[in-house]
């Protein structure tokens, strides 16, 4: 089993498409057996949450199945417990690095504001943007910054680059 990174800097779009096809193939295959896992990383895959808010994710309609009106926490465990369940059915599957879905989820979210890729996905760096095209840019970077949960739009250059 490949072992796969997207937390690298620069993370690049076809490394984390694949990934995202390998996660899917991974949860299918039952890789990553315990079910608030493959939930975390579900929610992960999907959202642009960090690990510790898709466990600590406090589910509706999408997860309620599963967790109840608790969170991906079981009951019976602490965070840290979880987190090292986390980490080793990650582990197991060969998944590391997964901040890097935040990286993928900022760089489609680009992408679906602006119209093309973001830079850090092959797209054109900010230099080469008219002026109309760097609005679009500066407003897509700010609305990026809020769902990810920062106060700065600057951030997103580590996410999309420049």
Known sequence: MPHWSLDGWPCSFLKAWGLFETLGELLAEDHVR????????????VSCLRREESMKFQPNYLAHRLAGA?????????????????????????????????HRYAQQRYEALTGWKAPAAGGPSARSLTPAQRA??????????????????????????R
């Open 34 to 45: 315990d079910a608030h896992v493959r939930m975390s990383l579900q929610l992960q895959q």
């Open 136 to 161: 679009m840019d500066t407003q897509a970077r700010q609305a990026i910054s809020r769902e990810l949960g920062h106060e700065r739009a600057q951030i997103t250059a580590v996410y999309l680059g």
């Open 70 to 102: 608790g969170s991906l926490i079981p009951a019976h465990k602490s965070f840290i417990q979880q987190r090292h369940v986390y980490d080793g059915q990650c582990k197991a599957a060969g998944l590391s690095h997964m901040h890097g879905l935040r």
